[in-house]
């Protein structure tokens, strides 16, 4: 690798929602809940309205129990969402703007108020989603890293950011 691919961006608390929501529906567990969910939602609703139409009180109890599972639902996932965008939006150091330089062998994240230095071996795999590139770390599968694809000025950048990923994750 001749030279050092550079990416530069001014993360917003969106930038840190939308990237975990990405990092969330890449998850096999979120997938499969949400599968069991909808299909629980489906039958459970059709079902309790069929028994209410011939009478039935029990009906009332499968849908108070329907829309309590889909207001959990919710709550459990716009709860953490909204905490983070609301802590990348009074935090300073979330917001300062960054520059990854990233080589074959490491990448450094700079910005003014810190200098960190990545290795390739901390991470696990690439995610590349729609809008970000996410780095999961390889210690801890639950924590991520990210890299929105605007940061880079050149769209050749971001491709070469990606096979060299892929390539070191490999």
């Known amino acids: 690798m001749p030279h050092a691919i550079r990416a530069r961006f001014k993360p917003s608390p969106s930038d840190f929602v939308r990237a975990t929501l990405a990092f969330y529906f890449t998850q096999r567990s979120i997938l499969l809940l949400m ?3 909808l299909l629980f939602v489906a039958l459970a609703a059709p079902i ?5 139409a011939q009478g039935s009180r029990i009906a009332i109890f499968i849908l108070v129990i329907v829309f309590g599972y889909l207001l959990i639902a919710i709550a459990t996932l716009a709860a953490p969402l909204m905490r983070i ?3 990348a939006g009074q935090d300073e150091r979330m917001q300062a703007e960054t ?4 080589e074959a062998d490491r990448i450094e994240v700079r910005n003014r108020f810190e200098k960190t ?13 729609q809008g970000y590139l ?3 770390y390889a210690d801890n599968k ?19 950011f990606q096979k060299l990923a892929r390539e070191k994750l490999a």
């Not at 890299?147 to 070469?160: H, I, N, S, T, V």
């Open 134 to 136: 996410i780095l999961v």
């Open 85 to 87: 965008h609301r802590i």
């Open 142 to 160: 639950r924590q991520f890293t990210f890299l929105p694809k605007r940061a880079f000025q050149d769209p050749a950048d971001g491709l070469a």
């Open 99 to 102: 520059t990854w330089s990233v």
């Open 35 to 37: 599968v069991v969910s």
């Open 48 to 52: 309790s309205l069929i028994y209410l």
């Open 117 to 129: 230095e990545l290795v390739w071996g901390m991470f696990d795999r690439l995610i590349a989603a």
